[in-house]
């Protein structure tokens, strides 16, 4: 049984940076696609962005491209959401969900198995 961790969460100011990381126990990231989502109050769970355990390919939602980069740390068994140039539009929880190895990324929650509890970002001065 795979369990992931989240951890990066936080207060920031608009414009401002954080990393988010998703450690995973139980189990290896490197081999799994694990996607990065985020559901604000009152809102769905949304599609931020994607890594493939079979071909590395990484997919970002248009909202983030250019600002938020998604990597593997293979040392660390972890999978990375770098965010830069934060707007108060992406304040949410953010969570990280792993599946199994495919070629495409997929978008879709329930494409994916498991899932970490979340941390806050919030983005206001």
């Known amino acids: 049984q795979v369990q992931l961790v989240e951890s990066g969460g936080g207060l920031v100011q608009p414009g401002g940076s954080l990393r988010l990381s998703c450690a995973a126990s139980g189990g290896t990231l490197s081999s799994r696609n694990v996607g990065w989502f985020r559901q604000a109050p009152g809102g769905e769970r949304e599609f931020v962005a994607g890594?493939?355990?079979?071909?590395?390919?990484?997919v970002h939602v248009d909202s983030v491209k250019g600002r938020f980069t998604i990597s593997r740390d293979y040392a660390k068994n972890t999978v990375n959401l770098r965010m830069n140039s934060l707007k108060p539009e992406d304040t949410a929880v953010y969570y990280c969900?792993?599946?199994?190895?495919?070629?495409?990324?997929?978008?879709?929650?329930?494409?994916?198995?498991?899932w970490g509890q979340g941390t806050q970002v919030t983005v206001s001065s």
């Open positions: 890594i493939s355990g079979s071909s590395g390919r990484t």
């Open positions: 969900a792993a599946a199994g190895s495919r070629l495409q990324v997929s978008t879709q929650t329930s494409e994916y198995t498991y």
